[in-house]
């Protein structure tokens, strides 16, 4: 078993991997934007998406829509949606990030609170949103 690089050459894997690190050089920006947007959103239940296609945007997915499609998938997300549940958004970021089919889940707790990562980038959403997007092309190959 290889570590670390055995999935960066397979084609339908390496956007998950350039995705990795796209969070890991965006740690802060992006838990800034989650929690930005959970507090402008009127279902708390939504999370942060990333679709991948055409270009890399951000979406809100709602509980209900992760929901149907778990029955598609007859339940191959249950998992994911036991995260969701448990997602502590004052203290951890969760997006999820879908392309070519697939699904990630990009599940981490940065250094510094969400909260006070949004009012270190003293942005608007608007533009966390412009930033973080204009990035994720530069970084996501498809």
């Given at each position: 078993?290889q570590?670390?690089s055995?999935q960066?050459n397979?084609?339908e894997?390496k956007?998950r991997w350039?995705l990795?690190?796209?969070?890991?050089?965006?740690?802060?920006?992006l838990?800034a934007l989650?929690?930005?947007l959970?507090?402008?959103w009127e279902?708390?239940?939504?999370?942060?998406?990333?679709?991948i296609?055409?270009q890399?945007?951000?979406?809100?997915c709602?509980?209900e829509?992760?929901?149907k499609?778990?029955?598609r998938?007859?339940?191959h997300?249950?998992?994911?949606?036991g995260?969701i549940d448990?997602y502590?958004?004052e203290?951890?970021?969760l997006?999820l990030?879908?392309?070519?089919g697939?699904?990630?889940?990009l599940h981490?707790q940065?250094?510094?609170?969400?909260?006070?990562?949004?009012?270190?980038?003293?942005?608007?959403?608007?533009?966390?949103?412009t930033f973080l997007?204009?990035?994720?092309a530069?970084n996501?190959?498809?």
């Amino acid at each position: 078993m290889q570590f670390g690089s055995s999935q960066k050459n397979i084609p339908e894997e390496k956007w998950r991997w350039q995705l990795d690190n796209f969070v890991d050089d965006h740690e802060q920006k992006l838990a800034a934007l989650a929690w930005g947007l959970q507090q402008e959103w009127e279902k708390p239940d939504d999370i942060l998406g990333i679709d991948i296609k055409p270009q890399p945007h951000f979406v809100a997915c709602t509980k209900e829509s992760l929901e149907k499609l778990n029955k598609r998938t007859k339940g191959h997300i249950q998992e994911i949606l036991g995260l969701i549940d448990g997602y502590q958004r004052e203290q951890e970021v969760l997006i999820l990030a879908i392309g070519d089919g697939q699904v990630k889940l990009l599940h981490f707790q940065p250094q510094t609170s969400p909260p006070e990562c949004f009012l270190a980038e003293n942005k608007d959403i608007d533009g966390l949103i412009t930033f973080l997007e204009s990035a994720l092309a530069l970084n996501i190959e498809h």
